[in-house]
């Protein structure tokens, strides 16, 4: 095939086809947690490269937050070297199995790709994915190479996407790297947010092994700012000379309508840790429990919401969710909407709920909404949702709140130094990452509040850049200026 | 060096009620009266909370009371000496609040809720103030830790419903004589949720300052899933984060008992699957 290929000029490689990803049914995917798409096969995977037109001034890297080199790795896919191919996205990405999994490419790469214009985008984001299981398959992955050890030792608070790749990058320049978890297992919202079916959880585990291979230490079942402070680990006690905070997202938000507090009404959080961090599908093998009812309800149409409405339905519950705007105005990525909708789930838009009713035992049986209507724009720049003055209810017997986190407090509770601002989100000067307290960096969601994997790793790679900077130079200085400004 | 998270002591309290020493280090520096941690019994267990009655900060250890209750605290028990726990993460939760105080404070315990008191008791004596420890029981082989009550407080006041030792009836009974005789200026409450409805409403005429400790259903007890949902003051508040001592004459404890019922099915079954393993 590879000595085949024919050289195509630009004209005829606009007029090729996406190729677009196997897909498994929906009536297959909903009786299971296996992965939703397929997989390209290697034919798949090269003709789709051959459509990338090596532009002179590429804009698919401009909308890449780690700024992967595309048009290089596709050209060794096209070429057939899958091995070289992966080798070009580790140099600047250290988690591409997950990232051609999770990434809203939509918005990103493939936003920005010159195709694009008049055909669909390439599909960077499959074909990322491809190399990484080629990789993985083919048993192709090596331990990067360290530098001289440094003598600094620099501590790592969370293992979210954040962590983990701020792990990576400072041992990869010869610092001691410790990680330190709250839960048992690492990850973050990697392994107790988004469902098995759109990241299997030894993908992960892969990513954390290589990390110990790299001699990074994990230290689970440590809550910083609890088990320990920032101040005793930069004390002699522990002896790191800096710290990364990438602890991510904290208190899930209600909506504080009357009977919230309900049996069977649970947080995305608490319903997805229940399921994917402790099993709670297996029940009883697996000690946790869920009492998932019939007929579930999700508020809200996020990527979260779309998540908890897909897991629901695996479990074998009927599934609506309920957003007081339009379709148009869901947040959720477009494909995680159509996933949704193939998967049997109901939608009921413009519906706002407003109070939920229970029965003697407490458990929710009803949810009443507010019929919206959508009148004239809000701050968002989307068009504000008002009653119509009519309601409806539905029967329930389990709520499932999709609506957003805040920003985690822990450390920012323990430590009054760490300055926020009024939503709690840790500051930090934009272009170092340094917080307020001398020696502490921070990224991921900790400091945009929820936002995506890509840019928790691209401001980890920042991150550590700095901490380097300011371990290995000895004029390096604080570098937060405190101002009253959102950060990223 | 144990091993982390090894049994160092067992010793049965009680029937079905364990007192474990623990080898967590990390928990061990720099835990508080109040606080809890979470753990884990086996690698497909449950996480559930228990509150620390003591340490040992030189030896990096931990004391806990475990009342078997279900499936994951029957399971706990049965470890011996030398087992260890799978995980146990912690400190967690505020700590209870001490201060210097223009009257008695009354600490109150019931269950596993008389160990819990111990270290604040100790706390408060050490500020200078009078504390009166009051702890109960269906019968006197049930009350727990008297010897240890007896150093920490300036008086001790045990309770049994069948009046096989001190007063006869309820902690309230206790509560209601020490509250006629003296001025209190403080009282927790830790221990089964209608003993710490009772004592608010108890202290509620006087205005006495009365904490009362939240044992929500947990998962992560950090913040983070809202599993520990309490309505306290008409607003929401996370039990594991924002206590989990709070205002007893705040504290809605219909919700909070209705909420401990969430998964009653669930742990009948998992109870059973135990039962017929251990058969
Ligand atoms: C259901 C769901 C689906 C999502 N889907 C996508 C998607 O498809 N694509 C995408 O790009 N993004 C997605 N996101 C968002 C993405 O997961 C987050 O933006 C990203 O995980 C943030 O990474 P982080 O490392 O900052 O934090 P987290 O992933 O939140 O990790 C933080 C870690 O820190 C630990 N921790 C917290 N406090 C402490 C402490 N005090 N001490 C020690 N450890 C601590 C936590 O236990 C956790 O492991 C999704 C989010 C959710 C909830
Ligand atoms: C802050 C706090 C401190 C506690 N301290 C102690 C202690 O020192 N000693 C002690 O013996 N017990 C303590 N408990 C109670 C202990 O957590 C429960 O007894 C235990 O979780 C029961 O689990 P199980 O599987 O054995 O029983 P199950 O049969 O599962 O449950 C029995 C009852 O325990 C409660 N419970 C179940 N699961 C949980 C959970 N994940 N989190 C909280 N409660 C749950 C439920 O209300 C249920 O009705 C504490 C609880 C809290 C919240
Ligand atoms: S236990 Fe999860 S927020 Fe309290």
Known sequence: MKDQKPKLKPKEKMKIQRTEMPERTAEERVLGFGEVPLGFSEDLAEIEALRCLDCKDPKCMVGCPVGIDIPAFLKKVEDGDFAGAIAKIRETNFLPAICGRVCPQDQQCELTCIVGKKNKPLSIGNLERFVADYEREHGLRVTPEIEAPTGFSVAVVGSGPAGLTAAYELRKRGHEVTVYEAFHRAGGVLVYGIPRFRLPL???????????????????????GKSMTLDEMLSKEFGFDAIFIGTGAGLPKMLNIKGENLNGIYSANEYLTRIYLMGADRFPDNVTPLNQGKKVGVIGAGNTAMDVARTAKRLGAEVTVYYRRSKEEAPARTEELRHAMEEFINFKFLSNPVEFVGDEDYFVKKIVCDEMKLGEPDDSGRRRPTPTGKQFVDEVDTVIFSLGCNVNPLIPDSTPEIVTNKWGVVLVNEETLETSKKGVFAGGDIITGGAKVITAMGQAKIAARSIHHYLTEKTAKHTYFAKEVESV | MPKLFEILTREE???????????????????QGGQFIILRVSANGERIPISISGWNRNEGSIRIIIMAAGRTSAEAIMLKVGDCFQDIVGPLGKRSHVEELDGTAVLIGGGYGTGAIIPTARDLKALGNKVIGIVGARNKDLLLLQDEMNEVCDEVIPTTNDGSMGIEGFVTHGLAKVIEREKVSYVLAVGPVPMMKAVSEMTRPNGIQTWVSLNAIMVDGTGMCGACRCTVGGKTQFACFHGPDFNGHEVNFEELQARQKMFQVQEKIALEQLNEVLV
């Open chain 2, 13 to 31: 309290l009680a029937p079905k009620t364990i007192m474990f020493n623990i080898f967590a280090p990390t928990v061990a520096r720099a835990i």
């Open chain 1, 202 to 224: 030894d993908i992960i585990d892969e990513d954390v092994k290589a990390l110990e291979e790299m001699g990074v230490n994990f230290e689970f079942n440590t809550i910083i």
